[in-house]
């Protein structure tokens, strides 16, 4: 099946581009929002790579463990969206610092939930092995936990898609495109997301997320620099 080797190639080229993406913000960091991008992006890494690695295992044990390392980015990309998007529009001061930290109590449980689901399988249930040819394959269904950080993650989504929206109310012609883009930008890899949760792309069940993520960070970069 070429799809298969083709889409690692991709996943791993994803993982060179927000590498770079997250070097270059951090060679800028005292730009605005360039701190929050970089700690974005290098969450993008972790779920990039470690997605590669659970693609390419052969055993359950293995393929939950790299599921369990990839978390570690994906519980916390939706703070870290927000936190760019407040950092990039100066808006919301009240989160900085230590008030942004209830925003973390979901992620947190996310991650100790699928780290121990095997106990309450509150976050995947029927969890399983496809063999389709040479490839293994992950199918799981999801708990009622995945819905809760999905419902958590678009409603950051959306504060964060307000806050562009009133910054670029209130900015010059050229600071408007240049907000409009990041905004737009950053709405491609949760389109993405909310294509693979309900199965409407035709890569399935492969998940292009992490992809999108990587084209995400260029088209930000390019918008902020």
Request: one cysteine or more; hydrophobic letters at 60%.
């Amino acid at each position: 099946m070429w799809v298969f080797p083709v889409f690692i190639s991709l996943l791993l080229i994803a993982a060179l581009i927000e590498i770079a993406v997250a070097l270059y913000a951090w060679r800028h960091r005292l730009t605005v929002g360039a701190l929050q991008l970089v700690m974005f992006t290098a969450a993008s890494v972790v779920w990039t790579l470690a997605y590669s690695l659970e693609l390419v295992s052969t055993s359950l044990s293995a393929k939950l463990l790299w599921i369990g390392v990839a978390y570690l980015g994906v519980a916390f990309l939706p703070v870290l969206y927000l936190r760019f998007a407040i950092a990039y529009t100066c808006s919301a001061t009240w989160l900085w610092p230590w008030r942004g930290a209830p925003w973390y109590i979901i992620p947190v449980i996310t991650i100790v939930l699928n780290w121990t689901n095997s106990a309450h399988g509150l976050y995947y249930q029927n969890v399983t092995l496809i063999y389709a040819g040479p490839l293994v394959l992950l199918s799981a269904t999801p708990g009622l936990w995945l819905w809760v950080f999905v419902t958590y993650g678009y409603a950051l989504l959306a504060i964060g898609l307000i806050l562009f929206w009133q910054a670029s109310r209130k900015a010059s012609a050229l600071h408007r495109r240049q907000i409009t883009l990041i905004a737009v930008s950053t709405l491609i890899p949760w389109l993405a997301n909310g294509l693979h949760l309900f199965g409407l792309h035709p890569f399935m069940p492969l998940d292009i997320t992490p992809i999108a993520l990587a084209f995400s960070g260029l088209a930000i970069l390019w918008g902020m620099f």
